[in-house]
């Protein structure tokens, strides 16, 4: 999901995040020419347990 043309948000519900998810979103930024991402994973008992910045 794209918000206002600059962020991309990568939904998730995994128990962890793994190499290859932080992976997947430096490659969708590359490849819309953003800069930032947030990598969101709803499987965490606090939601902001589950958030991870990603900047390229």
């Not at 995994?14 to 991402?37: E, N, W």
Request: cysteine-free; proline content about 0%.
């Amino acid at each position: 999901m794209i918000i206002e043309d600059s962020l991309l948000l990568e939904l998730k519900s995994v128990d962890t995040f793994s190499g290859v998810h932080l992976a997947q979103v430096i490659t969708y930024l590359r490849l819309l020419g953003l800069k930032r991402g947030l990598l969101l994973n709803f499987n965490t008992r606090l939601l902001k347990e589950g958030i991870k910045r990603v900047s390229i």
